[in-house]
């Protein structure tokens, strides 16, 4: 086989394990006598003229890039080349010139690590363009269907989870409610497995509607089996009581915290304090599973180039690396499923979810 010539790059937000997926690419690829081509900023490094893009061989993959946050190439999770704001406040599409910068830099393929959103963009680009490309699913969220997991989600789950560990032992010491507004779009995977993962009292996912009497009666009984203090985890996305988004100044998610918090204290009198963990979630070092997931699915999408398998979005399928193609995925976003596994063990554990008051059955829990 011929060798080739591969680009690759990093689109929407950042997350960990995105330097691990880079260094697999260019360690499998390197094998293979290929080269790499690593595009700056997504997108818009394809824009760029020239293109923003740097060679990388293995020289520039030791293994302390297995463990770096963020990504070496940058990234963007604005401007869409589709509908790109330009400086006069006007839209303008620019595919085209994405398009031509992948020609001008002689690639044979495109590798896009990225969410459901920069996957549709890409694979828009794709067809437009007659661009092989391969799609690697990174994001915090986890809401990309048709893989169990994504790059990033693991360590976002790891990162909250350490904050409620120590948010508890505050709790205790304060007599306090502690809320724990964690980040993950329209879905609610982040606070769930946190939750679970942290032992928290009471979880707000956009997927199940809450009711304050219900949270309040739950926290009630944890207080009547004599528990000075409790653990609130709140998805980002979850609406207030009249079914509102709640938003910060620019449009974002953030602030359903502080209002939970607020009515909570209304309500049942007591001392809350809201921590918004936000992008401490994406930063920092991967986790063992993130490393692991970055590396197989990194490999995997070498090896669906070197079989000319293209479209393909590649993924963690009972407990292997998969493909499925990258349409189908797209279309199957992955919200928390209310009757699924977790929901089921969280309401196990007598954990409220918000609709109704956690079981009352459990030790020291029973009314
Ligand atoms: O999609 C990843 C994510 O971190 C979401 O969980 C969050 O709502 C959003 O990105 C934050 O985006 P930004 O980095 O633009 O603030």
């Known amino acids: 086989m011929t060798a080739k010539r591969i ?57 302390a890039m297995l463990r770096m946050g963020g990504t070496i190439l940058g990234t963007t999770n604005q401007g869409d080349p589709f509908d790109y704001p330009m400086p006069d406040g006007s839209k303008r599409d620019r595919s085209e010139e994405v398009i031509e910068g992948f020609r001008m830099l002689e690639l ?19 067809q437009q363009g007659g661009i092989p490309l391969i799609g690697v ?18 360590t976002a789950v790891a ?40 032992g928290a009292d009471v979880i707000l996912i956009p997927e199940i509607a809450y009711d304050f009497a219900a949270i309040a009666a739950h926290l009630g009984r944890v207080h009547s089996v004599g528990r000075n203090f409790a653990l609130v985890v709140v998805a980002e996305a979850v609406l207030d009581d009249d079914g509102r988004p709640v938003r910060q100044g620019r449009g974002s998610y953030g602030g359903i915290g502080h209002y939970v918090a607020e009515r909570l204290s209304r309500d049942t009198g007591a001392e809350t304090r809201v ?4 992008h401490v979630q994406r930063g920092g070092a991967p986790t063992a599973g993130d490393r692991l ?18 479209d393909r979005m590649v993924a963690w399928l009972n407990r292997q690396v998969g493909d499925v193609p990258i349409q189908h995925a797209i279309e199957h976003y992955q919200a928390v499923d209310p009757d699924g596994a977790l929901v ?24």
């Open 293 to 310: 997931l970055a590396s197989a699915l990194g490999v995997y999408a070498v090896q669906l180039i070197a079989e000319g398998r293209f």
């Open 344 to 367: 089921a063990t969280a309401r196990g554990l007598g954990i409220c979810l918000g609709d109704v008051p956690g079981l009352g059955d459990l030790p020291g829990l029973a009314e």
């Open 7 to 63: 680009g690759i790059l990093t689109s929407g937000g950042d997350c960990a394990g995105l330097n691990a997926v880079i260094r697999a690419v260019v360690l499998a690829a390197s094998g293979r006598g290929w080269t790499v081509v690593g595009i700056r900023e997504g997108t818009r490094g394809l824009m760029a003229r020239p293109p923003m893009a740097e060679m990388l061989g293995v020289e520039a993959t030791d293994s």
């Open 159 to 198: 990162v909250a989870t350490e904050a409620l560990d120590r948010l508890q032992p505050t709790a205790a010491s304060h007599n306090r409610v502690m809320i724990l507004e964690v980040m993950g779009r329209d879905a609610g995977h982040i606070a769930l497995a946190t939750g679970i993962a942290g």
């Open 275 to 278: 921590t918004v963990l936000g």
């Open 137 to 154: 699913p990174k994001t915090i969220d986890n809401d990309i269907g048709l893989t169990e997991t994504a790059i990033g989600y693991q």
């Open 108 to 126: 044979d393929a495109l590798i896009g690590v990225g969410g459901d959103g920069s996957m549709a963009i890409l694979r828009r680009l794709a």
